[in-house]
């Protein structure tokens, strides 16, 4: 079971920092990604971090801005957004993966995600 926390409203060009807290599994051992969703849009993936901390990817529209981490001892992964854009606003997603990565597989069900909103 994973849990989303942390999203605001933010202006453009600020910072916020969302958590993700992972139960019922074996969290180092999965391979754990960030979705999003935007008002009228599909879900897109948007960053994973491989299980042992020693690879990361994003896709290119957030590159250089995003920091994706995740605390083994904790259960927990986090995305780091920084200049952020009105275009980032979405309900943001975490999943884990126990076989692929970097693209994380969408899991067959959600959990709650939690809401970004960037003001212009």
């Known amino acids: 079971q994973l849990e989303e926390s942390g999203g605001g409203l933010v202006q453009a060009g600020g910072s916020l920092k969302i958590s993700c807290a992972a139960s019922g599994r074996s969290f180092s051992t999965y391979a754990m990604g960030w979705f999003r969703q935007a008002p009228g849009k599909a879900r897109e993936f948007v960053a994973s971090?491989?299980?042992?901390?020693?690879?990361?990817y994003y896709i290119d529209s957030v590159k250089g801005r995003f920091t994706i981490s995740r605390d083994n001892a904790k259960s927990e992964v986090y995305l780091q957004m920084n200049s952020l854009k009105p275009e980032d606003t979405a309900v943001y997603y975490c999943?884990?993966?126990?076989?692929?990565?970097?693209?994380?597989?969408?899991?067959?069900?959600w959990g709650q995600g939690t809401q970004v909103t960037v003001s212009s």
């Open positions: 999943a884990a993966d126990a076989a692929n990565f970097p693209f994380i597989r969408a899991p067959r069900d």
């Open positions: 971090i491989s299980w042992n901390v020693r690879f990361t």
